[in-house]
């Protein structure tokens, strides 16, 4: 018999009530661990935020990046300036979700073999399929 799980059973998985400070947007979740909702969301100009548990109070902070970008793949903002994430500050402490940008590469720069590289991915996914 194997175990069954908070989140399996409705009427036993807590009921977290979520909004945004920047819309008016409000979701219901039932899950039994720690978990954040995210959303993209109309008050940020379409960024990616998290939502706060309903009622807390917070000023929600947008930290754009100053520095050079390059050839970096980076989160913008509507207006199209980077963005390296979002703060959510409350009275007690603050929340940071950080937008790591991302490199850009190739195989061939990388010196790596198409071929080599597509068997490493499919012996990684058998061994992830193994695991179960
Ligand atoms: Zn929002």
Redesign the pocket.
Known sequence: MGLIHLKDVPHLAPEQRWE????D?KQVTHEARVHVRM?P????GGLT?P?VTAGTQCKVVVQHRDDYVGDEIVQRDENGRPVTGIAHVRDDGQDFTVFVPSARASMRDLDIDPAKYRTAVRNTVIKRRGRR
């Open positions: 945004c400070p920047k819309c947007l959303h969301c109309r008050g940020l935020s939502m």
